[in-house]
């Protein structure tokens, strides 16, 4: 009879270097350009002796993963968060033979230029965008990619044309019908890309990005709600219609509740004009926009992409 010597295994791993803040200024003469990331780098692969006995032979040291990403900022620029993960994960791969898969995840912040006075823009000054984060993360592992680009913190509101009426009702609902209420949510989203690492073929990502969020914020605004999920469905499906490149989006949408404050105690009728603000609890719509025939991909909870 054999005695298994080691009843514990080894199950899924990985490790890295996360949230390298990296910082790139590119100097067109008077004109500056910021890309202003944090890049996390996980790897995994032949790493089951290190968690063994401690042999760190095959093992890339973090700080080196740390290094290499400011090293490649400098030789490679970094045209968009996509393309600058890809030759990250592509690297990793390529370069060490026991690292048979690499992802990389990033989130972008956004500056734009401060007008100088009694000119259009300035070449060197800048203020931080608030809108949103933009998010990307490359998977690679040496024959196939996975890039899925996303955004968080988008804070979007319609004042009208939105209703929420004819739901079900039991002995615990005290939520009045309304024909007009204002609709407000943060949107989490991201997208699904079906390239599949033909360099001729390759999505432009900075203007993939635009045009997705565009499409999103359009099928918001022009939405006649009557329920978040109707909505979420619009902007999901706005962008599968029309950006061929894409072939799942998944959204997660809290409902960022605006309730009619009671003013007739004071004497005051209130006519859709002021409202409480509540953070919380609130209403969290999810949902996958898939184009048809295509498998969901993407992790339903967002927060462990």
């Known amino acids: 009879m054999t005695v298994n010597s080691r009843p514990a295994i080894l199950g899924q791993n990985q490790y890295g270097k996360a949230e390298n803040r990296v910082v790139r200024i590119t100097r067109d003469g008077a004109t500056h350009h910021i890309k202003d990331l944090a890049v996390s780098v996980s790897l995994s692969g032949d790493m089951a002796e290190v968690h063994y006995s401690g042999s760190n032979a095959n093992v890339l040291p973090t700080d080196t993963t740390k290094n290499t990403v400011f090293a490649f900022a400098k030789e490679h620029g970094i045209e968009s968060a996509e393309q600058f993960g890809i030759h990250l994960a592509r690297h990793f791969v390529t370069s060490q033979e026991p690292i048979r898969r690499a992802r ?9 230029r401060i007008a100088a006075p009694g000119a259009d823009g300035s070449g060197h000054s800048f203020v931080r965008k608030g809108q949103e984060t933009r998010l990307a993360q490359i998977t690679y592992d040496g024959s196939s990619w996975e890039v ?17 009426r004819g739901y079900v009702k039991d002995k615990y609902t005290t939520l009045p019908e309304t024909r007009d209420r204002i609709l407000a949510t943060s949107v989490c989203g991201r997208w699904r890309f079906n390239w599949t690492g033909d360099e001729q073929h390759m999505p432009s990502w900075e203007q993939s990005y635009e045009q997705v969020r565009t499409h999103m914020l359009r099928a918001f605004a022009e939405t006649y709600s009557l329920s978040l999920q109707q909505t979420l469905y619009q902007m999901g499906a706005r962008v599968i219609e029309n950006r061929a490149e894409i072939d799942e989006v998944r959204l997660s949408l809290p409902n960022k509740h605006h309730f009619l404050v009671d003013l007739e105690p004071f004497g005051l009728k209130n006519d859709n004009e002021v409202y409480l603000a509540a953070d919380r609890p609130y209403g969290l719509i999810e949902a996958t926009v898939l184009r048809d025939g295509c498998e969901p991909r993407i992790p339903v909870d967002l927060t462990n992409l």
């Open 104 to 112: 990389i995840r990033i989130e972008e912040y956004a500056w734009e």
């Open 148 to 164: 899925v680009s996303g955004l968080k913190d988008l804070t979007v509101m319609n004042s009208t044309d939105s209703e929420f």
